[in-house]
């Protein structure tokens, strides 16, 4: 694997000349260009955003799949991962300058191929830690025992795993699914996990959210320190516990899963023990938190707002009733928002469940 896991998109002077003839060829087709709509805003208020119809445009031979995460480093690098080989993981500036897109090297790197990394693409977090910025990504499953087919094996099954990595891609430590155990890989009985999260004081949080129901904490050394979770209704059991996040807007951490199928957020202490639940959210994906804010996805077709007291501040871009292949004529709705992240700006950057992705910006109004 090359240790250089970097590979800016050049483009050369004919490369532009292609695509503005492309442009001049839509505008002769009659469809409407985006500078000539009226701006679309969304929210009200301190919560009030414009958003920018040509930010994360990929070049010619390159497509989103469907949506999975979206994350900001400390220079406010947007990284956009969705189930697509081509680009697996796409890097831009705020401004929407396409910086960086990894695949084949990529998936070497993670031992598959870019149409495994397409099929198992799920999680992704960003964490600045004494030693500096690293990615957590979720895996799901694919693959294992078909039950149509007996002769299929269990060494079929590829995905299940959490992996860290530095801010180039390179692995440095491998979690559930492996191959054999050594210094950087640990089994784990993940059945098909969903997210992360990294506590201030390095504990690491994963939910088998499309498994086994599951909420593990680990040290910082991935050393297993405590599991709880089943399938149900009662507090300290989950119905698709898809994100986790661990909130530091009061004096004490909190660690905050998206209960989806039960539509609810339920609210643990660093060591699992239950505190509180959030009722009245509409299948809550996962979390980011900004400026005193906490903003959830919800595949329930909008972005809700909370604040430390867990009071909702705002709903941003409600499209409930908007038919599904409609979405594109309501520029101001949300569809199925997986993940969400913010600038140091507060810009919100959102990716929805959606063959296309649907990647979009919000720029701050206020």
């Not at 680009?87 to 500036?93: S, T």
């Not at 994963?206 to 040290?219: A, N, T, W």
Request: a positive charge; one cysteine or more; proline letters at 5%.
């Amino acid at each position: 694997m090359s240790e250089n896991l970097l590979f800016p998109v050049k483009k050369t002077r004919r490369d532009f000349l292609r695509l503005a003839a492309s442009a001049a060829v839509v505008g002769t087709l009659g469809t409407p260009s985006f500078a000539a709509r009226k701006p679309v805003t969304i929210g009200t208020g301190t919560q009030s955003y414009t958003l920018d119809e040509n930010w994360g445009k990929l070049p010619a031979g390159m497509s989103y799949g469907l949506g999975c995460a979206v994350v900001v480093d400390s220079k406010d690098r947007v990284i956009v991962t969705s189930r697509s080989a081509s680009p697996c993981v796409a890097i831009f500036d705020t401004d929407g300058k396409l910086l960086e897109t990894w695949t084949k090297d990529f998936a070497l790197g993670v031992s598959m191929t870019p149409d495994q990394v397409k099929a198992t693409a799920h999680g992704l977090y960003w964490s600045k830690e004494p030693k500096g910025e690293f990615l957590y990504w979720t895996e799901n499953v694919s693959g294992g025992p078909n039950k149509k087919d007996a002769k299929t094996p269990a060494s079929a099954k590829i995905g299940a795993r959490i992996y860290k990595t530095d801010m180039a891609g390179k692995v440095l430590y491998t979690l559930g699914n492996v191959a054999e155990e050594g210094s950087t890989s640990q089994k784990f009985d993940f059945t098909n996990p969903t997210d992360v999260a990294v506590a201030p004081n390095g504990d690491i949080y994963i939910v088998d959210g499309y498994g086994s129901q599951k909420l593990c904490r680990f040290d910082s050394n991935f050393k297993h320190l405590k599991t709880i979770g089943t399938r149900g209704k009662e507090h300290g059991q989950f119905a698709t516990n898809h994100g986790v996040w661990v909130s530091t807007l009061r004096k004490d951490p909190e660690i905050y899963i998206a209960d989806r199928a039960n539509d609810r957020i339920e609210i643990f202490s660093p060591e699992l023990e239950y505190k509180r639940t959030i009722e009245g959210v509409r299948k809550p994906c996962c979390f980011y938190q900004h400026d005193g804010l906490i903003y959830i996805p919800e595949l329930d077709a909008r972005v809700t707002v909370i604040d430390d007291k867990d009071k909702v501040v705002a709903h941003l871009g409600d499209g409930r009733g908007v038919a599904k292949n409609d979405f594109d004529n309501h520029p101001d709705k949300f569809s199925t928002p997986h993940a969400l992240t913010l600038s140091s700006k507060g810009d919100l950057f959102v990716v929805e469940w959606v063959a296309n992705g649907r990647v979009r910006k919000l720029k701050k109004s206020v």
